[in-house]
């Protein structure tokens, strides 16, 4: 299958530098069926329903929406919990994950050895840059928990994966990553899916029991083991709309008119906001009321593109392109689809396919 490089606007560009916004004046705690007392205290990180903790010490002010609205006091109170490092072992991984209900507990369950470790530091969506400012922020914590992995499952390689594109990283990365022989810098073209394992790993030169992780599923690790700080999100906010894109680290809970306000300055008044990626992601229709939830990374804000749909003109460039089987026209093997928006994107006609076979996947079942 061949993998393609998806066009993009040279004009927007990232600013290298991280900004942080960890003092929002509220948060809003997504709480649909719950009440509690207006007035009431709440210690940074205490339970207010499973799985939803408050990222900040404040009193609750109320409802908003489907949201429990907490004034943030600034004195990031929590009750007192004696916080404590764990030995890196592969029982206490197990325990953590477990503990915190983490998807990747099924990666590492019943596992005792590796015959390699890549970690990914890719992002597929373009304007999107998670994975490598996770890794940029975090250098020396992520090899030195990629360095420990390697000793506890007895791996045989350890990769780091970057896009060779990412220039500003590779030197980071080149210059820390001295201290570990064990550790291989990988870098792979500019290709989109490559941030998924199947893709990835057809080009990587390795087969056998591979733990593949992602950037951000090392730092979500080590956090646990280290007991660290888990009331925080990185986002990347881009977009040909917008003045400036940045990464900014911002507490859960977040409201993105909040954020924008802040810190972007959008340059007009037709543009669209699109949340986790313009490939896969989805139109936020109210950035007055968008909360920034864990499922959160990515925010576009682009100028609105004034685009019409035109009737099919037979070409075949959305069967050709699709990376599973599935044949976008007449939806023959659609339960493949993996939502990557490819054929959408190819489509000369503009017409949306990718949520044409969503609506008819959700039809079916
Ligand atoms: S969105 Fe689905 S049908 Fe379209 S190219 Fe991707 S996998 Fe194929
Ligand atoms: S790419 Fe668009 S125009 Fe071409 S066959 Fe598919 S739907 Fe029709």
Known sequence: MKLITLERDPSIKINNDIIYYLNPDY?????????????????????????????????????KNDYLVIKNDFRELEKKEKRFK????????????????DKLLDTFKNQTKFTNIVINALNDEP??????????????????????????????????????????????????IGTYPNIKLTLVNDEYLLERKEFLENILPIKD??????????????????????????????GSALKESRIIRVKKYTLLKDILDNYFEIDTDDYQVIANGLMQGFLVPDITNFVITDEIYAINIMKSSKVREDACINCGKCLEICPVGVNPLSGKNIKSCINCGLCSYICPSFINLKAKLKEQIKNER
């Open 86 to 101: 764990k030995k890196i072992t592969i029982k206490n991984i197990l325990e953590c994950l477990d503990k915190n209900n």
């Open 127 to 176: 304007y999107v840059y998670n994975n490598i400012f996770i890794l940029k922020e975090n250098i020396d914590e992520l090899l030195e928990l990629l360095d420990e992995l390697s000793y506890i499952y007895k791996t045989d390689n350890n990769y780091l994966v970057v896009k060779n594109i990412d220039t500003m990283i590779i030197n980071e990365c080149l210059n820390a």
């Open 27 to 63: 948060v809003y705690i997504p709480s649909q069926d719950i009440w509690i007392d207006d007035r009431k205290f709440i210690h940074k990180n205490s339970l207010i329903i499973a799985p939803f903790k408050s990222p900040v010490s404040g009193y609750i002010i109320g409802t």
């Open 209 to 238: 029991n591979t733990l593949y992780l992602s950037a951000t599923d090392l730092l979500r690790l080590n956090n646990y083991l280290l007991d660290k700080d888990n009331t925080t999100i990185l986002l990347t906010i881009s």
